[in-house]
């Protein structure tokens, strides 16, 4: 309830927001390893931010209701991100001490764009969604391009920048043309509003294909994920961790609580789409993987791939498509942190790993994280008994339910061509001779490697006590 | 009965067994006390799977030793093991050739030792595990987790084209299976049961079948492998190491053969009825045109990966006869397969340890200076051609009865390969083992030594044993066929 004033700073984002700004001032009046004490201060904010969001009644949202919503899948979506924020600023925190980029606002940019990703997925209005995206897109604009000294770090952020303009320009023409043809913003005054025809006219319709094209280069799904290799690939490898791990997250799920709050309806005119949009991302991302040396460059099309069959489940829009989601979802978050964790860590000749086949002999001179990587890419690949497995078994099983059994198919037979590229960092760690053994270290903070750990012994343990999660992602509304 | 968990006992104990190695520290060059550790557990799993024949229950023709647990709280999956007469044999043979397997790399391995052991004993969990499950789902688990430490042995303890083999092996295999992974959800949505034995009551619509078949279809002709899906097995098999070979003929060709009779025959009998002249034409393709293959080449070991594709034709042939002979031929062949090929890539390691060496042309003469090598090869090699008295004619004899009440063409095919298979091995085994020694350098091979009679006899004993009292193995398996053959009848009879 909202009569104490003082309530409403447990409202999680205006927690998160208000704690970022003190986070900004600390950092600002530190003299000493301002990034560190700032990074491990916005660990601990994320951290209550979690506790709150757990323990966040409806109440709470009363005032806000014509532009938030609360549901069990929004929360679900929110701590997924917020845990991802939190992992990805301990995994990174050695990497930007070891490259010297020491600006304390590197962790205050991830609490804003974390701010705008839990906005984001609570939206319920086509304004405030709007707002959130450019909030946390502003955020990442900024970190792509926060090695300032980078000719390829400032190249990515701006074409970061560009291409986000340019879908959030496409974006709002979409909205201004579902405004101008329902005359409302809000989601569930257009779903109310739709729920009077049969069909949608040819200008929502425009405005419906304009929205989903920005929303799908949100979330990097073919035709739209030109700018995801370029901007992983030159953009300091924490910031890809950051990219790969969090965005994605509250991206899957706007489109999600786009597709199926206003326009549940008109399942048949959106899911051509995101029908198109899978089967290409997954096959781009499989086919186009199996060409790269950069690992950042692998690591952006296997997330396009990953992308590929979130939107299955998402075609499938049942019930158990939005169970498929949340556990590929956090699938997805888990192996992510994990190669993050372990390539943040990994230095050949004193420079951070790039190329792939710098992993040549790794498995000789470090066999425990030569295993840790084999396992997490066979996870990727879909193999069981990792938790990568069931993410795609749960959005195969979704899509039979809706008798989608060509989607399948071709969902399978990507997930056979990526495994192609998966094995091939295994096979460069295992089977090819090293000639220059002893090159790569690898180094790890005893915070990233309590991330490390636990992510790996989730991708192996999962299959041991899946009830668990599934319990959580079965009891999920939309 | 036993009141403790004996079938996951016997899964799991190599698993436990790969954990303990995992903090055994290698020493240099020896790492002997990995060697015996991975050795004793495997010997512990198979003393374990005795018990499992021992006290098994023949009159019982549906699974014994079963155990259940809830794993999924969602779904209808349950951690659901147990073993009957089809998976009884399929599990004695994993258990009993793994540790002849970590034998006969006792001293040929010599990188990585600890990896090697960790991946064999992962293998051993897994295909018994795959053998042992009454869950669809937990079938599908095990059955792609053998690609893992199989890709591995491929590809790090190979021979030259490793990488290519093991890339063909891995993405050959799992194109094939990720299709029954589809066919598994349409079954389970069509059904909400994952349960082996229940799928087994038929439930599926005539159109249905027909795509559930294919797809099973796509992964088990793959695994087994049959003619034209056969192309990753002569890669797989040249390059893996020995032991590799071993496995892969030994068991995992296996995997095809008991999941064509537990899923085409047992779930899916109208689909099979209709797709049987399919599975002959292409049997009697591959029994033929491979063993002309065979014929025709100089490497010992792409040879027998040959015939084994010849002889998995006749245990697909046997399976899809369905009458008792055939299956019982079909199970048979698979054992003595199972056995005898095993058997003859060791014998393969044997020579090619000394000599580095798979060309056939190379050898010659052999039986001059290893009689006794020559004597236990002999014995292998009738098997595989199927001299009465070994285990191979019981497999043959029987199909090719099974075979009479189907049609004489499929006889004809049958009985062709089988001479063809007389005529490739009886000239290799002339090449490489009788005349003079016209090489110098086999003036001073020595013949087996101690390990290596350790691995064969047993191998030979039991080759001669099935060959000899075929009801010991046929007993135990009769009643489970039965009744996978009456519930076909009865449906194809409506």
Redesign the interface.
Known sequence: MLNNIYNIFFIPEIFLACSSFVCLLFGLFLKKNAFRQTSNLAVFVLLLTILLVYYDSESNFANYKSLFSHSSFINFFKILALLGSIASIIISKDYFLGIKLKNFEIPILFLFSTLGMMLMIASNNLMSMYLAIELQSLSLYVAAAIKRDSISSAESGVKYFILGALSSGILLYGFSLIYGFTGSMNFDDISFYLSKYDNLNLGLIFGLVFVMVGLAFKVSAVPFHMWTPDVYEGAPNSITGFFAIVPKIAAVALIYRFCLVPFENFYLEWSQIILFLSIASMFLGAIAAIAQSNIKRLLAYSSIGHIGYILIALVAANDDGIKAASIYMFSYMIMNVAIFAILLSLKVKNEYLINITDLKGLSKSNPIVSLSISIIMLSMAGIPPFIGFFGKFYVFIAAIEQELYVLSVFGVLASVISAFYYLRIIKIMYFDESKSEGIINFQISFQSKIILSLSLFLIICFIFYPSLLINISASLTI | MIDWPLVSVIIFLPLIGALIILFIKEEELTSINIKWAALLTTLGTFILSLILWIQFDYSNPSYQYEEKFR?????NFFYHVGVDGISLFMILLSTFLTPLCILASWNNIKK?VK?YMLSFLFLETVMIGMFASIDI?LF??FF??V??PM??II??WGGNR??YA??KF??YT??GS??M??AI??M??NTSSMSIEFLQGNYFSYNTQLFLWLAFFASFAVKIPMWPFHTWLPDAHVEAPTAGSVILAGVLLKMGGYGFIRFSLGMLPEATEFFIPLIMTLSIVAIVYTSLVALAQTDIKKLIAYSSVAHMGIVTIGIFLVNQQGLEGAMMQMISHGLVSAALFLCVGVIYDRMHTREIEFYGGLVQRMPLYATVFMIFMLGSVGLPGTSGFIGEFLVIVGAFKFSSYVVIGAAFGIILSAVYMLYLYKRIIFGTITNNKLADILDINTREKIILIPLAISVILLGIFPNLFLDPMRLSLELIITNYEIVNAK
């Open positions: 794993w999924f709280d969602d779904f990585r990896e789902l599908y688990i792609e987790a690609l893992i890709y591995l590809g790090i490793r990488i093991s890339f891995f993405l799992l194109l990720v299709l992974l589809i959800i349409v389970y949505r």
